[in-house]
């Protein structure tokens, strides 16, 4: 079973560009979560689907970040323009259902200079 | 927003030793859940607790909850230096069972 694919593993980008994060989930999975990890801190959600429908995006910053998840299988995560403060990891998961265990991707480091 | 705290925030520990992570949350629980992140890399699903069990075993891992004190634990048996890695503890709120909410997570370091 392949497991969550994310692309790029790496970005370095400088600050008010803009950046998107791809996210291929595994098979069959109806639940996509997008989590952000700060170094040495706990990922932190910030939107969730089912299927193609953003269920939970309250923690999403909506002035810079935006989401889609078309046909609900791949998603996309962007952000338009970065700030410094969005330097950290960007992990996607899928689960079966809502509530059951997670499946994470490698995650995308980002470096904002 | 994080729900869970991690007790010890850091340990280190010699191989073949016990390693005992503890996770407090704050709202009531459908089920709590234990990941495994080694470094750079993405999160490792490792045991799901639900909130009717009191004790689950997988192998080395034994994972205890207490709902009436909010409190989780996690026992590492005989423990090796590849189980070095930080271990966060996550839970789905009974009230909005679409959250997976995770802690600050336990960083664990085993010495050969």
């Known amino acids: 079973e392949a497991g969550v694919v994310q692309s790029p593993r790496y970005k370095i980008i400088e600050k008010k560009q803009p950046v998107a994060f791809w996210c291929n989930p595994i098979s069959g999975h109806n639940t996509l979560y997008w989590y952000r990890q700060n170094l040495g801190q706990g990922p932190e959600l910030l939107i969730r689907y089912e299927n193609e429908e953003a269920v939970d995006d309250s923690q999403l910053p909506k002035d810079r970040f935006s989401a889609e998840r078309l046909k609900g299988v791949d998603s996309t995560l962007k952000i338009q323009p970065a700030e410094l403060g969005d330097s950290a990891v960007y992990l996607c998961?899928?689960?079966?259902?809502?509530?059951?265990?997670?499946?994470f991707g490698q995650g995308t480091r980002l470096t904002v200079v | 927003s994080q729900q869970g705290e991690e007790d010890p925030q850091a340990l280190s520990i010699q191989e073949g030793e016990n390693a005992t992570m503890n996770c407090s949350y704050k709202t009531s629980i459908n089920n709590l859940q234990w990941y495994r992140q080694n470094s750079g890399r993405g999160l490792v699903h490792l045991i799901l607790?639900?909130?009717?069990?009191r004790e689950k075993h997988s192998g080395r891992l034994r994972v205890t909850l207490d709902t009436s004190k909010k409190s989780s634990s996690l026992l590492i048996t005989a423990s090796r230096a590849a189980d070095t890695a930080s271990y966060f503890c996550a839970t789905v709120p009974i009230d909005n069972t679409d959250k997976l909410i995770f802690g600050t997570g336990t960083r664990l370091q085993v010495f050969p």
């Open positions: 998961a899928s689960s079966f259902q809502a509530a059951s265990r997670a499946f």
């Open positions: 607790i639900r909130s009717n069990e």
